[in-house]
């Protein structure tokens, strides 16, 4: 069947497996501006609600390796299904949860439930469109998933202010039945096939297939792409970013809400750009991808150098650069779908999505432990202790770049060896 004949259904298909991610940013994002009244609700204080965004992120991470073999065994289509079912319960929980300990574990449910989207969607995406078409489509998913954060925003706060906390939560629930529906009359894994299964793996099986995929340089690249451009605005729009903002730079509360906001246009502006680059020029991907590092690297060089609180132009300059690295995290997939078979991809593209996790884990926490060293007891953190902590990307992009130079080699030497034609097509050899 030719892509034409099947273009409205497969963007009917993409656009229902959307929707479900979107709901699944929303979930995640939901807790963002519902933080006091979580503190009121279960008794707890700052490092204890800070346990909530730790946990769910650890769940997310520690999930892809799993999520991308449920895909290439179950397909997407299942694996969707059960994400939208599991996010919709675990709300709900979270809705009538009275304590701590049942708090925290509705939002495991939420993580686990977030886990199971988009690796399904991006699966889906490369199931129906064209090679030329995926980039840009993987991309329009990444910035469109961002409306789930916008919508967790102003509609969440106005609703906890006037449905309360339960009722607020469970309006939020019920859209995981609607889109349930709908996935299940709409999504089907493939234009020829309504459900795929992949071969049954067992132990032996699932490590060969995860083995194969990381043993590939494009896969480890792809790994590697992600960890270094993500873990800054993230970072920043979850946690440090404000405290950033207004106890390092300065800023009113207000201006800090406003960068922060305007990152997230940055990211939906740069995508749709970053998928068309990608899409004609796929031999330039890394290079892409160092260009905007060294972007992001040199921006925080001059606002953490420079004397005393930089200057508003500077702040939003920073922050639209690294809102950039969001979506050139996702460059990091493309490598992952040109280095692997079909029956591999999912599980890859959980190795890959791993990396910006993880790199955000360590420097939420290293941040965390560096203020309070610079930080005498007691007091507010200074301005001093934030460019201390800031300070520690520089490790983790110095790691990143030295590993995406490296395994860009050896993928291009390796699809040289493998592919001869297609390596001197896209090199212009």
């Known amino acids: 069947m030719q892509h034409e004949t099947r273009s409205p259904n497969a963007m009917a298909v993409w656009v229902v497996a959307l929707l479900v991610y979107v709901l699944a940013v929303f979930h995640r994002s939901s807790l963002a501006v519902a933080g006091l009244a979580a503190t009121d609700r279960f008794g707890i204080g700052a490092a204890q609600l800070a346990i909530f965004t730790t946990l769910q992120l650890l769940v997310y991470a520690g999930m892809q390796i799993p999520v ?50 988009f690796i399904c969607v991006l699966r889906l995406v490369n199931a129906w469109f064209s090679g030329r078409r995926v980039p840009v489509m993987i991309q329009l998913t990444g910035v469109l998933g961002q409306l789930g954060s916008i919508a967790a925003a102003v509609p969440m706060t106005w609703a906890l202010g006037h449905l309360g906390w339960t009722r607020s939560y469970l309006v939020a629930a019920s859209l995981g039945v609607v889109l349930t529906v709908a996935l299940l009359l709409v999504v089907h894994d493939a234009p020829a096939s309504r459900s795929l299964r992949g071969p049954a793996m067992d132990s032996r099986r699932m490590r060969a ?11 480890r690249l792809g790994f590697w792409m992600h960890f270094t451009t993500q873990f800054s605005a993230t970072v920043l729009s979850l946690l440090w970013g404000f405290p950033f903002l207004v106890k390092g730079e300065g800023l009113s509360e207000q201006a800090a809400g406003v960068l922060l906001s305007v990152m997230v246009l940055a990211i939906m502006a740069a995508g749709p750009v970053l998928g068309w680059r990608t899409a004609i020029r796929p031999w330039h991907r890394s290079t892409l991808v160092l260009g905007v590092v060294l972007a992001i690297v040199t921006v925080w060089t001059v606002v953490l150098a420079w004397p005393g609180d930089a200057p508003l132009p500077l702040l939003v300059l920073l922050v639209l650069v690294s809102g950039v690295g969001g979506p050139a995290s996702v460059i990091g997939f493309d490598l992952g779908r040109t280095s692997n078979p079909p029956e591999r991809l999912a599980s890859a ?9 993880y790199a955000s884990l360590v420097l939420v926490v290293a941040v965390g432990l560096i203020l309070d060293w610079r930080t005498p007891s007691g007091g507010d953190y200074t301005a001093s202790a934030f460019r201390w902590a800031m300070s520690f990307q520089y490790v983790l992009w110095g790691l990143g770049l030295v590993q995406i130079v490296r395994y860009r080699r050896q993928a291009r030497a390796r699809l040289r060896a493998d592919d001869p034609d297609l390596w001197q097509e896209l090199s212009g050899a």
């Open 349 to 357: 593209t959980g190795i890959i999505n791993q990396g910006g996790f």
């Open 68 to 117: 991308g073999l449920l895909v290439d065994r179950f397909g997407p289509r299942a694996v969707l299904t059960a994400g939208a079912v599991t996010l919709t319960v675990a709300q709900t929980g979270f809705a009538f949860a009275q304590s701590y300990p049942a708090a925290l574990l509705a939002r495991v449910g939420v993580g686990i439930g977030d886990a199971l989207t």
């Open 209 to 219: 297939s995860l083995a194969a995929s990381w043993a590939h340089p494009g896969t």
